[in-house]
T-cell receptor, first 115, second 112 residues
């Protein structure tokens, strides 16, 4: 199993550009989520999904869109990039939802810089 | 307001020293997890605690869940350079969403 994969690993954007961060998992997990990590801020939840066709907002959803057309994929779209979106983005998956002991598996992250 | 407060934020120690990291809240949690994150990588789960007063050991790491399930601690005995990393706690609130909330993390550096 590859686990959780994310692409690209690094990205530089100009203000106003749009892009999609890709996330895929091969563990047949129902639950997937996107976090951003900023220095001294821990991990903040952007959006999450409990299954194909179902998404919901997390703590910091503004400026981001998600969709979940398949169990495996959960892309994150930046509609119009802003410098405040410079961050490291992590995708995670889990068989969560019903069992608090479930483990979240994280991808390696995408380091995004918005100029 | 941060739901989970971690302390200290930074810790720089010599190899062989002991240390404790704390994760505190005013809320009650169904479960609490500890993750370690190494530079350039995603967090990796170390342990999950679900019962008040529970103690779990992972080699030199000891995790404790408070009796009231509002706090947790991570104690490392005889720290080694390989323990260097960011330690994050994450909790699922009792009676709330099953989505975990993360603390801000404790950055640990162990010098040889």
């Amino acid at each position: 199993n590859a686990g959780v994969t994310q692409t690209p690993k690094f990205q530089v954007l100009k203000t106003g550009q749009s892009m999609t961060l890709q996330c895929a998992q091969d563990m047949n997990h129902e639950y997937m989520s996107w976090y951003r990590q900023d220095p001294g801020m821990g991990l903040r939840l952007i959006h999450y999904s409990v299954g194909a066709g179902i998404t919901d907002q997390g703590e910091v959803p503004n400026g981001y869109n998600v969709s979940r057309s398949t169990t495996e994929d959960f892309p994150l779209r930046l509609l119009s990039a802003a410098p405040s979106q410079t961050s490291v983005y992590f995708c995670a998956s889990s068989s969560f939802g019903r069992e608090v002991k479930d483990t979240q598996y994280f991808g390696p992250g995408t380091r995004l810089t918005v100029l | 307001t941060q739901l989970l407060e971690q302390s200290p934020q930074f810790l720089s120690i010599q190899e062989g020293e002991n240390l404790t990291v704390y994760c505190n809240s005013s809320s009650v949690f169904s479960s609490l997890q500890w993750y370690r994150q190494e530079p350039g990588e995603g967090p990796v789960l170390l342990v999950t605690v679900v019962t008040g007063g529970e103690v779990k050991k992972l080699k030199r790491l000891t995790f404790q869940f408070g009796d009231a399930r509002k706090d947790s601690s991570l104690h490392i005995t005889a720290a080694q350079p390989g323990d260097t990393g960011l330690y994050l706690c994450a909790g699922v609130r009792a009676g709330g969403s099953y989505i975990p909330t993360f603390g801000r993390g404790t950055s640990l550096i162990v010098h040889p």
